[in-house]
């Protein structure tokens, strides 16, 4: 997921809500393998989520959207800047 914060959102106060969103929520998830969070200078996130199977990571989708604390965390996001992509390794 790549993405920017909200205006007046600072990398802190994103950067715990991200904390609770990993130990609460992420790898609380079956089939997460790894979850790595980066930014870059200009101020663009990027969340990558490393999944056991595409069906795990349709399943942790649905969850997502009723989830308080994923929802906290996207209430820091700027959400027309989200864009979402998947990769295989092959």
């Known amino acids: 997921m790549h993405f920017r914060l909200l205006p007046g959102i600072g990398n802190d106060e994103f950067l715990a809500a991200d904390h609770r969103l990993q130990t609460e929520f992420a790898y609380q ?4 393998l790894r979850r790595t969070t980066a930014h870059d200078q200009d101020g663009d ?32 996001v700027e959400r027309k800047s989200v864009r979402v992509q998947r990769f295989w390794t092959v």
């Open 45 to 76: 996130w990027l969340v990558i989520d490393h999944w056991r199977a595409a069906a795990d990571a349709d399943a942790c989708a649905q969850r997502w959207e009723h989830d308080t604390i994923a929802q906290g965390f996207m209430n820091l």
């Open 29 to 32: 998830q079956p089939g997460l």
